[in-house]
C-alpha cells in the first residue's frame, strides 16, 4: 500500500517526520544507494507526546545502525569498532544502550577502535585507563575521568563488546581487565532501619498534604531509582492490583519489570488531582519531565538532619534498613532490579521482581509500624 506524505507534516529531524497528533511517523532516508521508508504507527500505544517522538527517534537511528551493517561479515581481522558497531546494532534500543554507545564513541573508539580485536592487550587498557584518570573529554573532567566513568567505560560498555567477540568465536576467551575500584565511602550507611523511619516520618510530616511530592518521595524510600521515578506514567501503574512497570527504556537492563506497589504509596497516589495521562511526575510548569526536586529534597535533608542525603542516598537506606532487618539477599536484590545471576538466581529464574519487592515491602512496612504513628 502506498504511503500518503501528505499526512506527515511536522519535521522532528532529518529523515523523519510526523502527523499533527504525533501518533504515527514517517521514516524516508537513503543510504548506500537504498531508499528506506517505513511508516511508525503508535496510536495504539499508551505513550505520552514526548515518548512517542523519542521511539521514533530511536527507531531510525537502529534502522540506518542496521542498514549500515547489512552485509559485513566480522571475523579473526574484525577491528574492535567492527565489532562494537555490530553488537550495539543487536543490542535491545534504550536509553541505557544510547549511552553506552556514546561512552564508547567518547573513550574507547579513537585510542583503540582501529585495532584488531584479537590484537587487544592487557597494556593497552592499562595505558586507556592511565589516560582517563589523568584528562577527560569535558571541562568538568579536565583534570580526569572519575573511576566511575572508567568503570562505565571498561566494565560496562568494552567487555560486554569482548564478550560479544567471545561469542561469536573470534576470541578465545575474555582479555584480563583492569580492577576499577570505586571509592564508597560516601555511601556507607550506618543505623539503616532508624534513618529510614526517620525519613518516613520527615516525608509524612512535611508532604502529607502535598500527595504529588509524597507519593514521589515515597517511591524514593521504597528503593526506586530517581530515573525511574520521573519517567513513571500513569499507564505503568496499576492501582487495583497495587503494582507498576518500569519501562525497558528506563532501566539499566532493557526489559520491563513489574513491582509491587507499596500501601502507602498507593494512598498518596490515589490523592493526587491529575487527568492521569502521560507523566505521573510532570511538572507543574513545563508539563514536561520533572527536574531534581531541589528544593523539596533539602528541607527533607535539614528536618531529618540527615545531611548526606540525595536522591539516590534514599536508595542506600532502603537496601542497610532491609540488610539490617536479615531480608535475604536474592530478595533484596531483585526488589532493587538488579541483574547479578549469582545472587538473583533463585528469583530471575522466573523473573520475579514483582514477589521479590512484594517480600520487602511488606519487611519495610512493618518497620514502620512498629515505630511509628502512621498503621493501615
Known sequence: MAINKSEFTIKIETNLKSNKQYSRFYINFKKD?????????????????RTRVTKA????????????NFGININDNSTLNQIAEVYFVNREVSKWTEELKSVYKVHIEK?????????????????????????????????????????????????????YAVDNNILPQLPSLPTIKLMRKKKLVTNGGQKLIT????????????????SLFLFLLFGRRWNEVRTLNWSDINLLENKYTIRAENNKIGENQTYDLAVYIVKA??????????LVFKSPITKKELHPPKVQLSKIRDKSNIEELTLHYFRHIF??????????????????????????????????????????????????????????
Open 33 to 49: 544507494s537504498i531508499r528506506t521508508e517505513k511508516v511508525l504507527d503508535f496510536t495504539n500505544k499508551e505513550w505520552d507526546k
Open 199 to 214: 525519613l518516613f516520618n520527615t516525608i509524612n510530616s512535611l508532604y502529607l498534604n502535598d500527595p504529588y511530592y509524597h
Open 269 to 278: 497516589l490515589l490523592q493526587i488531582e491529575d487527568d492521569r495521562m502521560g
Open 319 to 376: 537496601v542497610s534498613a532491609m540488610g539490617e532487618m536479615g531480608t535475604a539477599t536474592t530478595v533484596l536484590s531483585a526488589s532493587l532490579g538488579h541483574t547479578n545471576l549469582q545472587t538473583v538466581n533463585e528469583f530471575y529464574l522466573s523473573a520475579n521482581h514483582e514477589k521479590s519487592s512484594k517480600q520487602a515491602n511488606d519487611t519495610i512496612i512493618e518497620l514502620f509500624q512498629g515505630n511509628t504513628s502512621d498503621h493501615i
Open 57 to 68: 527517534k530511536q527507531t531510525l537511528m537502529q534502522m540506518k545502525d542496521k542498514q549500515s
Open 111 to 163: 585510542p583503540l577502535g582501529k585495532r584488531k580485536v584479537k590484537d587487544i592487550r592487557r597494556v593497552h587498557l592499562d595505558i586507556l585507563v592511565t589516560s582517563m584518570k589523568k584528562k577527560g573529554h569535558s571541562k568538568q573532567t579536565a583534570n580526569g575521568c572519575s573511576n566511575r566513568t572508567i568503570k562505565k567505560a571498561i566494565i560496562e560498555t568494552l567487555k560486554p563488546i569482548f564478550q
